[in-house]
């Protein structure tokens, strides 16, 4: 990421087996954390069920004092403002469609929209899910890439996301690999993430790290092969670690609160980034909100 660039903010997701889990987009993050819709991810191992639709809307304010130039820091001072909006409903019980729209320091920002297909096995007390994830990401304006306070590298890209998820009475555990194909000159990259939570009653939360690895790319203040004639052209790798906590205020209302930072990176900030948010859900008249019996 350029000195200045954000990606868009992630979201926890629902499932719909439980209360909680129901109202609970995929809130977060991030990447920076907002960090996906293409890192942390927009995408997730609950799918959501046939006519459940769910609407969540992210503040999220993110600030820096060094920035990885290449792999070295640098005394590099930056304050993040940015708003998404996340959506995300069930077509069928294997199919989901996601769509993500951020806009970062009021411009918007690389839009990003998922076609998600799951099936999962029944293991007595606990589900072992299987999720794949096909989308595309593309700029929604003519942002500059040229300038320290860059939002973004103009890429548009083709995504792709593999999810194994262990989900048992209260709590999940899920991994999660991916490829980003990005459209020369913006190098492509892998991406990586593990993350473990809690569900009951009306409360979930969340803790994950996330890893980015571009696939070659130019470093920022390069020298030689590595000086970059664009910033379109730097290779963005990072770990993130953080977490989510969400609440249920009403059967189809809950807020949300995250925040995350920066553990290393390449041509990104080392940064800290806390979120805040509202998940509103639609659900079929015919539906149950039921809450399972928990042990």
Same mark, same amino acid.
């Given at each position: ?8 903010? +992630?979201?926890?997701? !629902? ?16 990447? !920076? ?66 769509? +993500? ?78 490829? +980003? ?115």
């Amino acid at each position: 990421m350029t000195p200045g660039e954000h990606q868009p903010n +992630n979201f926890i997701s !629902l499932s719909v087996r439980h209360p909680v889990l129901q109202t609970l987009p995929l809130i977060l993050w991030i990447a !920076l954390g907002l960090s996906e819709c293409l890192g942390q991810g927009a995408v997730d191992g609950f799918m959501k069920g046939p006519g459940n639709t769910d609407l969540a809307l992210s503040l999220s304010q993110e600030f820096a004092q060094q920035y990885y130039a290449g792999p070295d820091l640098i005394d590099f001072s930056n304050t993040i403002n940015s708003i998404g909006l996340f959506a995300a409903t069930g077509i069928t019980r294997w199919m989901d469609m996601v769509i +993500n729209l951020p806009a970062v320091n009021f411009r918007p920002q690389d839009g990003a929209i998922f076609g998600k297909f799951g099936t999962s096995l029944n293991t007595g007390k606990s589900r072992i899910s299987f999720v794949g994830a096909v989308g595309f990401s593309t700029p929604m304006s003519n942002y500059g890439t040229e300038s320290s306070r860059a939002i973004g590298q103009q890429a548009t890209s083709i995504l792709s996301r593999g999810i194994i998820q262990h989900t048992g009475n209260n709590y999940f555990v899920q991994a999660r690999g991916g490829y +980003n194909y990005s459209f020369e000159p913006v190098p492509p990259g892998y991406i990586y993430s593990i993350k473990t939570g809690y569900f009951k009653n009306k409360f979930y939360g969340d803790i994950w790290i996330d890893f980015q690895e571009a696939i070659g790319g130019k470093d920022y203040r390069g020298q030689g092969d590595l000086r970059p004639n664009s910033f379109r052209e730097l290779g963005v790798s990072y770990t993130r670690a953080g977490g989510v906590f969400y609440y249920q205020l009403k059967p189809r209302l809950g807020g949300f609160f995250g925040y995350a930072f920066t553990l290393a990176g390449r041509n990104t900030f080392r940064s800290t980034r806390v979120s805040t948010g509202l998940v509103v859900k639609f659900f079929p008249k015919s539906s149950q909100m039921k809450e399972e019996p928990s042990e």
